[in-house]
């Protein structure tokens, strides 16, 4: 199976998180996926997500990659099949993820929860001296579609 990678370099700042989420939006047509469609939001999200994770919790600079099965295949190495986009951000610090539970106003500690809330499987694992984390997509489900549609709404889609 063919895998298309598209990877950009993120510095360590906030800023970067922007950037990642519009280079992202604009790779995603080229992949077949619309901006529009509700998995392009998804993806967004979660690209958002775990690039802001990099940024603020380690301080270090950061690689996001995006990658896109070609429509033929089914599956390919690791484990990677056909009809999955795979989401990877890997750091240099080898402090691994640790998720936390918001309480009430938080402002943080709710990323790793959206991130497993969203991703159809999400990981970490240890990369040279850093670390990937990385999550899964899978094109053929209904992804996320708005925070104020209900879960019925989205299942009775024609």
Do not use: Y
């Amino acid at each position: 199976m063919q895998v298309l990678q598209m990877q950009m370099e993120v510095r360590a700042d906030p800023a970067e998180v922007g950037r990642a989420r519009r280079w992202a939006r604009s790779r995603l047509a080229g992949s077949g996926i619309g901006v529009d469609e509700p998995l392009a939001e998804t993806l967004i999200l979660l690209i958002s997500e775990l690039v802001t994770n990099a940024v603020v919790h380690t301080g270090c600079p950061a690689v996001l990659r995006m990658l896109f099965p070609d429509a033929g295949g089914s599956s390919g190495a690791a484990g990677f099949c056909a009809g999955t986009v795979r989401v990877e951000v890997a750091d240099i610090s080898a402090r691994p993820p640790r998720p936390r539970r918001a309480e009430g106003d938080d402002t943080g500690g709710r990323g790793l929860e959206l991130v497993d809330g969203l991703a159809d499987r999400w990981g970490w694992q240890p990369e040279g001296a850093g670390k990937r984390i990385w999550c899964e997509v899978d094109r053929g489900q209904t992804p996320w579609v708005g925070a104020f549609e209900s879960p019925r709404a989205v299942t009775n889609r024609a």
